[in-house]
């Protein structure tokens, strides 16, 4: 509430934000109340999360409407403990980096081209932290026999 009756619904796409919640150790992945927010903000009632052609994910009101950040797409991995989704998103991640092989801050998930910063050192770094999270909790996801 902002004291005259309005409210304002939402999660930071960044970090700290409530997605980011079993990350940042406030709480477990399989906490009650964490979990009903993570269906929140997953959902269709978050107005910053963004559907497209390439990508569903958080964006924020930072660089506008349709952009999704690979930030918070990683933290939704990081704090799944769904592997069907993990590898989706590992996926979506893969394909929306406009050929540059590095996260940007955001993208658009209509045309992943069209990115904010070409050289993000914040969210590349917290996708090293992914993979080496998956490499101890999942190894199959990504290690190859």
């Known amino acids: 509430m902002n004291g005259f009756g309005g409210f304002n619904v939402m999660d930071d796409a960044n970090v700290p934000s409530l997605l980011s919640l079993p990350y940042l150790g406030f709480m477990e992945k399989s906490d009650p109340l964490y979990l009903r927010t993570r269906k929140f903000l997953l ?85 090293g932290e992914l993979i080496l999270q998956l490499a101890r909790e999942h190894p199959e996801l990504i290690f190859q026999a």
């Open 43 to 127: 959902s269709d009632y978050n107005p910053y999360r963004f559907k497209g052609n390439f990508a569903t994910g958080i964006g924020g009101p930072h660089v506008g409407l349709n952009y999704v950040w690979p930030m918070s797409l990683i933290v939704q991995a990081m704090t799944s403990t769904d592997t069907t989704e993990i590898v989706s998103l590992l996926d979506t991640l893969k394909k929306t980096t406009a050929g540059t092989g590095f996260m940007h801050e955001s993208f658009n998930v209509e045309d992943p081209t069209q990115f904010t910063r070409p050289w993000f050192a914040w969210v590349n770094g917290l996708y």
